[in-house]
């Protein structure tokens, strides 16, 4: 196989990455790969800006993605895209929830949004790719399902089938959201196929 | 590609819950402390191991050391601040040794993502004479923590493990192992010489101790977890714990000494590994622990002189430090607006600071959410050290300045941090006389490390009912004659009560009693959020000062603002994010306008 790569999971507190990192990674592990995850929990958790880390290959050591090495990166909120700008090289794919949410310095007028913020990297030749996730996860008819939109967008960056993560995605929600996920997971594979 | 079937995703946390199951644990007890904390949570959903949260550490290891001399298989978990406050009784441990086998984790956190500090733990290994075994990732962590309990059972001594926030907190492929049990039988043993440590026999255990490590250091030279690499001799590495996967991602045709036991050293190993290679490097986060025992062996080699002391290692700061040709050109960061981690939508201890940020007082703060109410914009915290500290130091600044403090004075304090280590600061400022404010931010949960429950929360740790400590009678038992009790989502009525307690010229509590809006009787409960009616906003900020993260301002322009219906001077509007309100009403007190209304049930 010899295939390796990084994923860089960016947004900020409370949007559900951990799960939508979960998902990846039982993915990539399905296709045979070895894989690590690194997580922040504790205090960075509230609301501040938060990362997942995923790595994967046939032998994995580090759990960290090393600068200039990701892949791909997952940013659920579009300023999130860009803080982590030096993890990313030339090649990769940024994968933008468009979704904004304010900071506590523009929450309380001392500053503003960063509209043009992802010209930064589209400046550098980077691809991007846009996702409504939000408003796609509002017409499934449940917001919370955003995170899996993201991740039916980042599918098709992967060598794995749609069954793969639908079946993961039945296994792992409660029964009752399982239809709405699997409805995010194909609203978000669409945007990126 | 391998065909796996069903492989075990598991944290390092999970992992070593997993493995203290399958060594047969019977007790295990400890406080939650990130990035320790899972480990206990997830050990309390496996039949037939008891688990408790104890209300702080050092009584977490007293309960494992009993459970030791019961003849149990015994654990205790803590965060490395935490052993600081057990270091009392694991340093006796270490002179008792065990019947059980005792384990005491240890979860170290280089770069403070969740801490005060970041002190490394293997100097404990040292000073209280103890074995440390230190994993590199969750598939070992959870192989080592059972050969853990065979040592400590074999040799007679509780056994350090230690683990950081890139083991705890990384998930890796496990594999389940097979079940394990103690030979130890379990029941009253009397053996005074061993367990009553007074001078005479601490004597005799003295020499115990030393010929103990002595065999585990022969032990080492040839344990299984002390593994020579072979590869390219011209660098040679001796490194352990996460930074063995630095190195082998940085340098992987180096050749390299894995070390899964970091105390005591294996000599003779070292000096061979150390003759094999051209150059050779020790590689570690934060102190230079085997450098300065390898130093003191009399080989030369590099460390601290190239690896930083301070914060996390990777895979680039290891290269780079060893060999610094290898730099990758890097895309520059982007200056963005911060985003620093926020109390929540509702969070009651956002009230109580409201309140602090405009009194004239300094506040002594402690451990847990409610630091957080030292950012902007409520900027209500002047010191914060240790947990407990918050009621000790302001205790001491009144004395330092007498009547110069009266009333400017005031330490702030969760319910679970004043039962950990808070409560004994209580006794001595009333003991001791002074006049300083005590608040006691009663949520109900330890809520920082993820709503564990505490003594004060009336549920163990499995959610079953327990005692709840009635914190009035707690503080009038120890002598508080002032004791109110308020709702800090009230924040008008919590100003006149917090006024009129720092007028007393005795030491006086106010407890601020409201759930945290996270744990699951709150998320269960129906949200009424509030709403804004942008016509009355008249933009003079007083709700959007609360820095909730439900509330935001919107600037507008002066032909925005006419056209809103509002003075041309007016720069602009808040506005409540109704899905992320949790319906607290701090704001609508704080609106002069009306401008803030509940939204209909």
Known sequence: MGAQGSILFSGVGGQGILLASEIMAYALLAAGYDAKKSEVHGMAQRGGSVTAQLRYGDKVYSPLIEPGRADIQVAFEMMEAVRYLPYLHKGSTVIVNTQKILPPAVATGQTSYPESVLDHITALGIKVVLVDAFDLAREVGEVRTANVVMVGAVSTFLPMDASVYEGIISARVPARFRDVNLQAFAAGRKVSQ | MTERTDPLWMSGNEAIALAAYEAGVKVASGYPGTPSTEILENLSRYEGVYTEWAPNEKVGLEVAIGASFAGVRALATMKHVGLNVAADPLFTASYTGVRGGLVVIVADDPEMHSSQNEQDSRNYAFAAKLPMLEPSDPAEAKELLKLAFAISEEYDTPVLFRITTRIAHVKGVITKGEMLSSSVTPGIEKMPAKFVMLPGNARARRVVVEERMRLLREMAENAPYNVVEMGDSRRGFITSSVSYLYVKAAFPEAKVLKLGMCWPLPEQMIRDFANSVDQLYVVEELDPF????????????????????????????????????????????????????????????????????????????????????????????????CMGASVGIAHGMAKALGDDAKGKIVSVIGDSTFIHTGLSGLINTVYNGSSSLLIILDNRITA?????????????????????????????????????????????????????????????????????????????????????????????????????????????????????????????????NEVQCNGCGQCRALCKFDAIVRQEA
């Open chain 2, 290 to 385: 085997l450098e300065l025992h390898i130093k003191a062996m009399g080989i030369a080699c590099h460390g601290k002189d190239l690896i930083p002391n301070q914060g996390e290692l990777n895979t680039a700061i290891v290269r780079k430090s060893i060999d610094p040709t290898s730099v990758a050109e890097l895309f520059a960061p982007v200056a963005l607006p911060m985003r620093p981690p926020n109390m929540c939508a509702g969070c009651p201890h956002r009230g109580i600071f409201y309140n602090l940020s405009r009194m004239k007082v300094f506040v002594s703060g402690d451990i847990g959410c409610y630091t957080l109410g030292f950012l902007p914009p409520l900027s209500a915290m002047d010191s914060c050290v």
């Open chain 2, 448 to 576: 920082m490390t993820g709503q564990q429950n505490n003594p004060a929360s009336g549920y163990s740790i499995k959610g079953e009912a327990a005692n709840a400590i009635d914190l009035e009678a707690l503080c009038r038992a120890v002598g508080v004659k002032h004791v109110d009790v308020v709702n800090p989502h009230d924040i008008n009525a919590c100003r006149k009560v917090l006024d009129k307690a720092l007028e007393c010229d005795e030491v006086s509590v106010v407890i601020a009693r409201a759930p945290c809006v996270l744990i699951p009787e709150m998320k269960k409960a129906a949200n009424i959020p509030y709403r804004t009616q942008v016509a009355s906003c008249t933009g003079c900020m007083a709700c959007v000062r609360l820095g909730c993260p439900a509330i935001s301002w919107n600037p507008v322009s002066p032909e925005k603002a006419k056209s809103l219906g509002y003075k041309e001077k007016q720069k602009g509007f808040a506005l409540i």
